[in-house]
């Protein structure tokens, strides 16, 4: 879908330059931080770069939040650049950038007219106004270094403009680096950008909607709770249990279906060094974050809905008879707990029969690329 330019409110002169800034993002969580960069984008570029005329369009592209495709993001905005007469693009992307072993926040391509910003790398929280801030500095360093390399290859003074303070792109953006007269890269602290680019994966993954993807485990999951739930040997055996082997029982179920979704579907990337610093690295933990509290997720879900459903359908006087024993609030937890366990389980063995692209979309919260969903529609 074609997005209409969001302008800037009419000011000043009528003869200032028209400046039409391309947004590229991702779908998914990306997605609804776009939307808000539109909304909040022309306004604050109007005040701060008046002499221009902002205008900002929103464009959707799946490759910015696929892994593992081999695109060059700047090239890829570049072309949009070309197609549609914009002056600037800022991609955000859902995946890390790097820069050899060092982790960057976002990075400015002044020729090109294009700018990068990992979403991921700004953290978990406060993501709206992280990215707002990140995308002025990259508009901000596009407009001054293109200005300042103009004037020089003019031959007049090459009097670059100041860049911003470090103290004031320490968080979330980091220092500035410069490699070269038309790239600027903002890389992350070490140890602390990489715990934020972590926790941003996770959130980017979205996993409290992970399993809600996941239609063939939730139905296992619910058909195993539900006969469970009207079996009497199963309210024996719950009442019979100590509380550590319940501890144990729904331990075994959670990493069963964890092991299932990875294993079989293919989610960790075995050719990943060990190395933190690796972005292939820092997926495959986040892939493990998003699945194990996605999977953790589940069962809270599970055992509200049993023991809701346990103190509704089973009388007292019926769980005192199948037990020989005064029923306790307590047994009914015990229950669902239980219960709740072989419906995790039951859960792994649907996980096993979803499809991969299925399991991959809940999993990383992106899009597939054309060719696995050729393929999925071709299955």
Same mark, same amino acid.
């Given at each position: 879908?074609?997005?209409?330019?969001?302008?800037?409110?009419?000011?000043?002169?009528?003869?200032?330059?028209?400046?039409?800034?391309?947004?590229?993002?991702?779908?998914?969580?990306?997605?609804?931080?776009?939307?808000?960069?539109?909304?909040?984008?022309?306004?604050?570029?109007?005040?701060?770069?008046?002499?221009?005329?902002?205008?900002?369009?929103?464009?959707?592209?799946?490759?910015?939040?696929?892994?593992?495709?081999?695109?060059?993001?700047?090239?890829?905005?570049?072309?949009?650049?070309?197609?549609?007469?914009?002056?600037?693009?800022?991609?955000?992307?859902?995946?890390?950038?790097?820069?050899?072993?060092?982790?960057?926040?976002?990075?400015?391509?002044?020729?090109?007219?294009?700018?990068?910003?990992?979403?991921?790398?700004?953290?978990?929280?406060?993501?709206?106004?992280?990215?707002?801030?990140?995308?002025?500095?990259?508009?901000?360093?596009?407009?001054?270094?293109?200005?300042?390399?103009?004037?020089?290859?003019?031959?007049?003074?090459?009097?670059?403009?100041?860049?911003?303070?470090?103290?004031?792109?320490?968080?979330?953006?980091?220092?500035?680096?410069?490699?070269?007269?038309?790239?600027?890269?903002?890389?992350?602290?070490?140890?602390?950008? !990489?715990?934020?680019?972590?926790?941003?994966?996770?959130?980017?993954?979205?996993?409290?909607?992970?399993?809600?993807?996941?239609?063939?485990?939730?139905?296992?999951?619910?058909?195993?709770?539900?006969?469970?739930?009207?079996?009497?040997?199963?309210?024996?055996?719950?009442?019979?249990?100590?509380?550590?082997?319940?501890?144990?029982?729904?331990?075994?179920?959670?990493?069963?279906?964890?092991?299932?979704?990875?294993?079989?579907?293919?989610?960790?990337?075995?050719?990943?060094?060990?190395?933190?610093?690796?972005?292939?690295?820092?997926?495959?933990?986040?892939?493990?974050?998003?699945?194990?509290?996605?999977?953790?997720?589940?069962?809270?879900?599970?055992?509200?809905?049993?023991?809701?459903?346990?103190?509704?359908?089973?009388?007292?006087?019926?769980? !005192?008879?199948?037990?020989?024993?005064?029923?306790?609030?307590?047994?009914?937890?015990?229950?669902?707990?239980?219960?709740?366990?072989?419906?995790?389980?039951?859960?792994?063995?649907?996980?096993?029969?979803?499809?991969?692209?299925?399991?991959?979309?809940?999993?990383?919260?992106?899009?597939?690329?054309?060719?696995?969903?050729?393929?999925?529609?071709?299955?």
């Amino acid at each position: 879908m074609v997005d209409e330019p969001v302008d800037a409110p009419a000011a000043g002169s009528s003869e200032r330059q028209r400046m039409v800034v391309g947004l590229l993002t991702a779908p998914g969580l990306s997605q609804q931080v776009a939307d808000h960069l539109a909304r909040q984008l022309p306004a604050r570029l109007a005040q701060r770069h008046p002499e221009f005329e902002w205008h900002v369009v929103l464009r959707a592209e799946p490759l910015l939040g696929t892994p593992g495709v081999g695109v060059d993001l700047v090239q890829l905005a570049r072309e949009q650049i070309r197609r549609e007469g914009w002056q600037l693009a800022i991609c955000l992307t859902d995946l890390p950038l790097h820069a050899g072993r060092r982790t960057l926040t976002a990075q400015a391509s002044v020729v090109l007219g294009v700018g990068l910003v990992s979403l991921p790398a700004l953290g978990p929280v406060d993501l709206d106004e992280r990215a707002l801030q990140a995308t002025m500095r990259v508009i901000d360093t596009l407009l001054q270094r293109d200005v300042a390399r103009r004037a020089g290859s003019k031959g007049g003074r090459r009097a670059w403009p100041r860049l911003p303070d470090v103290r004031q792109v320490a968080s979330p953006l980091g220092h500035v680096d410069t490699p070269d007269e038309a790239t600027v890269r903002y890389i992350a602290a070490p140890a602390a950008g !990489t715990l934020r680019l972590l926790l941003g994966l996770v959130r980017s993954n979205r996993p409290w909607r992970f399993i809600t993807g996941l239609s063939r485990a939730l139905v296992a999951a619910l058909g195993v709770g539900a006969f469970g739930l009207c079996s009497p040997a199963i309210w024996q055996v719950a009442h019979a249990m100590t509380w550590s082997r319940l501890l144990i029982v729904a331990v075994g179920s959670l990493i069963a279906i964890a092991l299932t979704l990875i294993v079989a579907h293919g989610l960790w990337d075995r050719g990943a060094p060990l190395s933190l610093r690796n972005p292939v690295t820092l997926i495959n933990i986040a892939t493990v974050t998003t699945v194990v509290l996605g999977v953790l997720t589940l069962f809270a879900a599970l055992l509200i809905i049993t023991v809701a459903c346990g103190a509704a359908l089973i009388p007292g006087e019926v769980l !005192t008879s199948q037990l020989k024993h005064p029923f306790a609030v307590s047994d009914y937890f015990r229950i669902g707990w239980v219960v709740t366990s072989l419906a995790t389980i039951g859960g792994a063995l649907g996980a096993a029969v979803e499809s991969d692209l299925a399991v991959r979309e809940a999993a990383y919260g992106l899009r597939p690329t054309n060719d696995e969903q050729s393929a999925s529609d071709g299955g």
